[in-house]
Protein backbone atom coordinates (compact mmCIF):
# COMPACT_ATOMS: atom_id res chain seq x y z
CA UNK A 1 0.00 0.00 0.00
CA UNK A 2 2.92 2.57 -0.20
CA UNK A 3 2.44 5.59 -2.07
CA UNK A 4 4.55 4.28 -5.42
CA UNK A 5 2.27 1.55 -5.70
CA UNK A 6 -0.98 2.98 -5.27
CA UNK A 7 -1.56 2.72 -8.98
CA UNK A 8 -0.70 -1.35 -9.00
CA UNK A 9 -2.74 -2.11 -5.68
CA UNK A 10 -5.89 0.49 -6.91
CA UNK A 11 -5.93 -2.32 -9.84
CA UNK A 12 -6.00 -5.66 -7.79
CA UNK A 13 -8.54 -3.77 -6.00
CA UNK A 14 -10.65 -3.14 -8.90
CA UNK A 15 -9.93 -7.42 -9.75
CA UNK A 16 -11.55 -8.39 -6.52
CA UNK A 17 -14.54 -6.38 -6.93
CA UNK A 18 -15.20 -7.32 -10.86
CA UNK A 19 -15.08 -11.14 -9.52
CA UNK A 20 -17.85 -10.42 -6.75
CA UNK A 21 -19.61 -9.31 -9.26
CA UNK A 22 -19.18 -11.52 -11.91
CA UNK A 23 -21.87 -14.10 -11.00
CA UNK A 24 -24.49 -11.04 -10.90
CA UNK A 25 -23.55 -9.97 -14.11
CA UNK A 26 -22.62 -12.90 -15.68
CA UNK A 27 -20.62 -11.39 -17.94
CA UNK A 28 -17.00 -10.90 -17.85
CA UNK A 29 -16.09 -8.60 -21.15
CA UNK A 30 -17.94 -5.21 -19.62
CA UNK A 31 -15.93 -5.56 -16.54
CA UNK A 32 -12.77 -6.68 -18.42
CA UNK A 33 -13.35 -3.39 -20.65
CA UNK A 34 -13.72 -1.50 -16.74
CA UNK A 35 -10.27 -2.93 -15.84
CA UNK A 36 -8.38 -2.03 -19.27
CA UNK A 37 -9.47 1.69 -18.58
CA UNK A 38 -8.12 1.68 -15.48
CA UNK A 39 -4.56 2.58 -15.91
CA UNK A 40 -4.72 4.69 -18.90
CA UNK A 41 -7.48 6.95 -16.77
CA UNK A 42 -5.13 6.78 -13.70
CA UNK A 43 -2.22 8.19 -15.36
CA UNK A 44 -4.36 10.49 -17.16
CA UNK A 45 -5.43 11.54 -13.88
CA UNK A 46 -2.03 11.71 -12.01
CA UNK A 47 -0.28 13.40 -14.66
CA UNK A 48 -2.84 16.46 -14.53
CA UNK A 49 -2.38 16.46 -10.78
CA UNK A 50 0.94 16.49 -10.98
CA UNK A 51 1.14 19.13 -13.63
CA UNK A 52 -1.35 22.02 -11.39
CA UNK A 53 1.08 21.12 -8.83
CA UNK A 54 3.74 22.49 -10.14
CA UNK A 55 1.69 25.03 -11.75
CA UNK A 56 1.47 23.11 -15.63
CA UNK A 57 -1.69 24.01 -16.91
CA UNK A 58 -1.20 23.89 -20.56
CA UNK A 59 0.37 20.68 -21.80
CA UNK A 60 3.39 20.06 -23.62
CA UNK A 61 5.66 16.88 -24.77
CA UNK A 62 7.93 17.21 -22.35
CA UNK A 63 6.05 17.47 -19.00
CA UNK A 64 5.82 13.89 -18.52
CA UNK A 65 9.43 14.08 -18.58
CA UNK A 66 9.95 16.83 -16.08
CA UNK A 67 7.66 14.93 -13.86
CA UNK A 68 9.59 11.72 -13.76
CA UNK A 69 13.16 13.58 -13.01
CA UNK A 70 11.11 15.81 -10.32
CA UNK A 71 10.12 12.72 -8.54
CA UNK A 72 14.01 11.65 -9.18
CA UNK A 73 15.19 14.22 -7.19
CA UNK A 74 13.23 14.37 -4.38
CA UNK A 75 14.76 11.27 -3.79
CA UNK A 76 18.38 12.13 -3.60
CA UNK A 77 18.05 14.21 -0.23
CA UNK A 78 15.28 14.03 2.37
CA UNK A 79 12.74 16.42 1.90
CA UNK A 80 9.48 18.29 2.78
CA UNK A 81 6.91 17.27 0.10
CA UNK A 82 4.23 19.61 1.37
CA UNK A 83 6.91 22.79 2.17
CA UNK A 84 8.75 22.18 -0.94
CA UNK A 85 5.34 22.17 -3.56
CA UNK A 86 3.62 25.14 -1.56
CA UNK A 87 6.91 27.11 -1.77
CA UNK A 88 7.81 26.49 -5.32
CA UNK A 89 4.81 28.94 -5.87
CA UNK A 90 6.96 31.35 -5.20
CA UNK A 91 9.48 30.41 -7.95
CA UNK A 92 9.54 33.25 -10.69
CA UNK A 93 9.94 33.18 -14.39
CA UNK A 94 13.84 33.37 -15.46
CA UNK A 95 14.62 33.44 -11.66
CA UNK A 96 18.69 33.26 -11.46
CA UNK A 97 20.15 30.27 -9.63
CA UNK A 98 23.45 30.03 -11.06
CA UNK A 99 25.28 29.65 -8.05
CA UNK A 100 22.73 28.18 -5.46
CA UNK A 101 19.04 27.38 -5.93
CA UNK A 102 16.06 29.83 -4.23
CA UNK A 103 15.97 29.96 -0.20
CA UNK A 104 12.31 29.13 0.18
CA UNK A 105 13.30 25.57 -1.94
CA UNK A 106 16.26 25.23 0.61
CA UNK A 107 13.93 25.68 3.10
CA UNK A 108 11.95 22.06 2.03
CA UNK A 109 15.43 19.80 2.65
CA UNK A 110 16.42 18.50 5.81
CA UNK A 111 20.20 18.29 5.38
CA UNK A 112 20.44 21.45 2.41
CA UNK A 113 24.81 21.44 2.86
CA UNK A 114 23.99 18.26 0.79
CA UNK A 115 22.99 20.03 -2.23
CA UNK A 116 26.91 20.19 -3.39
CA UNK A 117 28.70 19.23 -6.72
CA UNK A 118 26.73 16.61 -8.41
CA UNK A 119 23.42 16.93 -6.38
CA UNK A 120 23.26 20.64 -6.77
CA UNK A 121 23.80 20.40 -10.56
CA UNK A 122 21.03 17.81 -10.85
CA UNK A 123 18.57 19.94 -9.31
CA UNK A 124 20.15 23.55 -10.87
CA UNK A 125 18.84 21.35 -13.82
CA UNK A 126 15.87 20.92 -13.43
CA UNK A 127 14.94 24.04 -12.46
CA UNK A 128 16.63 25.29 -15.93
CA UNK A 129 14.18 23.66 -17.43
CA UNK A 130 11.42 23.99 -15.52
CA UNK A 131 11.78 27.79 -15.80
CA UNK A 132 11.82 27.22 -19.46
CA UNK A 133 8.84 25.40 -19.41
CA UNK A 134 6.94 28.40 -17.60
CA UNK A 135 7.77 30.77 -20.18
CA UNK A 136 5.39 28.33 -22.28
CA UNK A 137 1.90 29.12 -19.60
CA UNK A 138 0.46 32.86 -20.44
CA UNK A 139 -0.22 32.81 -16.59
CA UNK A 140 1.88 35.72 -14.67
CA UNK A 141 4.16 34.68 -11.37
CA UNK A 142 1.11 35.39 -9.45
CA UNK A 143 -1.76 34.22 -11.20
CA UNK A 144 0.40 30.74 -11.11
CA UNK A 145 0.88 30.94 -7.76
CA UNK A 146 -2.53 31.59 -6.79
CA UNK A 147 -3.65 28.66 -8.73
CA UNK A 148 -0.78 26.50 -7.26
CA UNK A 149 -1.84 27.93 -3.46
CA UNK A 150 -5.19 26.58 -3.97
CA UNK A 151 -3.99 23.04 -4.82
CA UNK A 152 -0.96 22.67 -2.39
CA UNK A 153 -2.00 22.90 0.92
CA UNK A 154 0.58 24.78 3.42
CA UNK A 155 -0.58 22.62 6.61
CA UNK A 156 -1.36 18.93 7.20
CA UNK A 157 -1.50 16.88 10.04
CA UNK A 158 1.79 15.88 10.57
CA UNK A 159 2.36 12.64 12.51
CA UNK A 160 4.11 14.51 15.60
CA UNK A 161 1.48 16.85 15.71
CA UNK A 162 -1.44 14.74 16.31
CA UNK A 163 1.14 12.80 18.72
CA UNK A 164 1.72 16.36 20.86
CA UNK A 165 -2.30 16.74 20.97
CA UNK A 166 -2.71 13.02 21.84
CA UNK A 167 0.12 13.56 24.64
CA UNK A 168 -1.85 16.91 25.72
CA UNK A 169 -5.10 15.13 26.00
CA UNK A 170 -4.11 12.23 27.88
CA UNK A 171 -3.41 15.16 30.64
CA UNK A 172 -6.96 16.33 29.87
CA UNK A 173 -6.00 19.19 27.85
CA UNK A 174 -8.01 19.54 25.14
CA UNK A 175 -6.39 23.20 23.48
CA UNK A 176 -4.44 21.94 20.97
CA UNK A 177 -6.61 19.48 19.69
CA UNK A 178 -8.91 22.48 18.94
CA UNK A 179 -6.14 24.49 17.55
CA UNK A 180 -5.04 21.88 14.95
CA UNK A 181 -8.70 21.49 14.34
CA UNK A 182 -9.10 25.05 13.43
CA UNK A 183 -5.85 24.96 11.47
CA UNK A 184 -6.72 22.31 9.36
CA UNK A 185 -10.28 23.77 8.69
CA UNK A 186 -8.59 25.93 6.15
CA UNK A 187 -5.03 23.88 5.10
CA UNK A 188 -4.78 26.21 1.89
CA UNK A 189 -5.06 29.89 3.64
CA UNK A 190 -2.02 31.05 4.76
CA UNK A 191 -3.22 31.62 8.70
CA UNK A 192 0.18 33.69 9.41
CA UNK A 193 -0.46 33.27 13.05
CA UNK A 194 0.02 29.37 12.82
CA UNK A 195 3.32 29.59 10.89
CA UNK A 196 4.74 27.53 13.53
CA UNK A 197 3.12 24.47 11.97
CA UNK A 198 4.66 25.15 8.51
CA UNK A 199 7.66 23.70 9.15
CA UNK A 200 9.77 20.16 8.96
CA UNK A 201 9.27 17.64 11.33
CA UNK A 202 11.53 18.37 14.42
CA UNK A 203 14.67 16.20 14.98
CA UNK A 204 12.97 14.20 18.71
CA UNK A 205 10.09 13.54 16.26
CA UNK A 206 12.39 11.41 13.93
CA UNK A 207 12.52 7.92 15.37
CA UNK A 208 9.57 8.76 18.28
CA UNK A 209 6.81 5.77 17.95
CA UNK A 210 3.76 7.60 17.25
CA UNK A 211 5.14 9.97 15.14
CA UNK A 212 7.36 7.97 12.97
CA UNK A 213 6.64 4.35 13.32
CA UNK A 214 2.99 3.59 13.22
CA UNK A 215 1.04 0.26 13.19
CA UNK A 216 -1.35 -0.58 10.40
CA UNK A 217 -4.31 -0.28 13.13
CA UNK A 218 -2.63 3.41 14.13
Given at each position: YRYGNQINIGLWNLY???NALYPLIEDAKPLEAALNEYRDNYQTKYLSMMKSKIGLFTDQDEDMELLNRLEDNLHLTETDMTIFFRNLGHFKKNSDFSTCLPCFIMEAF???EELQGD???TWKQWFTDYSLRLNKESLSNIQRQE???RINPKYVLRNY???LAIDEADKGNYELINELYLLLKQPYQEQAEK???FAKRPEWARHKV???MLSCSS
Open positions: QLAYTPLFNKMDMAQEKWGCS
